[in-house]
Protein backbone atom coordinates (compact mmCIF):
# COMPACT_ATOMS: atom_id res chain seq x y z
CA UNK A 1 0.00 0.00 0.00
CA UNK A 2 1.14 3.80 -0.78
CA UNK A 3 1.83 5.48 2.35
CA UNK A 4 0.65 9.05 1.85
CA UNK A 5 4.00 11.48 2.50
CA UNK A 6 2.17 14.15 5.00
CA UNK A 7 3.87 18.09 5.00
CA UNK A 8 6.67 18.15 7.70
CA UNK A 9 6.42 22.15 8.55
CA UNK A 10 9.18 22.49 10.57
CA UNK A 11 9.13 26.35 10.44
CA UNK A 12 6.67 29.36 9.49
CA UNK A 13 6.70 33.19 9.34
CA UNK A 14 5.08 35.90 7.44
CA UNK A 15 6.74 37.85 4.78
CA UNK A 16 5.31 40.83 2.86
CA UNK A 17 1.69 39.50 3.38
CA UNK A 18 2.36 35.99 2.51
CA UNK A 19 2.97 32.90 4.81
CA UNK A 20 5.83 30.69 4.96
CA UNK A 21 5.93 27.15 5.76
CA UNK A 22 8.93 25.54 5.42
CA UNK A 23 8.61 21.32 4.85
CA UNK A 24 11.41 19.27 5.81
CA UNK A 25 11.86 15.82 4.20
CA UNK A 26 14.42 13.56 3.53
CA UNK A 27 15.93 11.87 0.19
CA UNK A 28 18.71 9.44 -0.12
CA UNK A 29 18.85 9.84 3.65
CA UNK A 30 19.86 13.16 3.07
CA UNK A 31 17.08 16.37 4.36
CA UNK A 32 15.69 17.94 2.13
CA UNK A 33 13.38 21.31 2.37
CA UNK A 34 10.75 22.62 0.35
CA UNK A 35 8.64 26.17 1.05
CA UNK A 36 5.30 26.46 0.49
CA UNK A 37 3.84 30.16 0.00
CA UNK A 38 -0.01 30.67 1.06
CA UNK A 39 -1.96 33.88 0.48
CA UNK A 40 -5.52 34.92 0.61
CA UNK A 41 -6.79 32.96 -2.28
CA UNK A 42 -4.70 29.55 -1.97
CA UNK A 43 -1.09 28.62 -2.07
CA UNK A 44 1.74 27.55 -3.78
CA UNK A 45 5.22 25.40 -3.88
CA UNK A 46 7.64 28.60 -3.85
CA UNK A 47 10.56 26.73 -3.58
CA UNK A 48 10.10 22.64 -4.50
CA UNK A 49 13.75 21.50 -2.89
CA UNK A 50 16.47 22.90 -1.45
CA UNK A 51 19.37 21.24 0.67
CA UNK A 52 19.66 23.44 4.25
CA UNK A 53 17.29 25.74 5.68
CA UNK A 54 18.84 29.12 5.05
CA UNK A 55 18.68 27.81 1.39
CA UNK A 56 14.96 27.57 1.26
CA UNK A 57 14.31 30.23 3.17
CA UNK A 58 16.20 32.90 1.12
CA UNK A 59 14.50 31.42 -2.00
CA UNK A 60 11.55 31.72 -0.54
CA UNK A 61 11.90 35.55 -0.17
CA UNK A 62 13.35 35.98 -3.33
CA UNK A 63 10.59 34.09 -5.41
CA UNK A 64 8.14 36.16 -2.69
CA UNK A 65 9.77 39.39 -4.39
CA UNK A 66 9.36 38.69 -7.48
CA UNK A 67 5.71 37.66 -7.01
CA UNK A 68 5.45 41.08 -5.51
CA UNK A 69 6.81 43.25 -8.39
CA UNK A 70 4.93 41.10 -11.26
CA UNK A 71 2.81 43.55 -13.10
CA UNK A 72 -0.18 42.48 -13.87
CA UNK A 73 -2.07 43.99 -16.89
Known amino acids: MIEPDFPH??????????KVEIDKGEMD??????AWANYNLGCVVAVPYASSRQEVVKRAKQ??????????N
Open 63 to 72: WIDARNNQKI
Open 29 to 34: GCPTYA
Open 9 to 18: IVLAFNYKGW
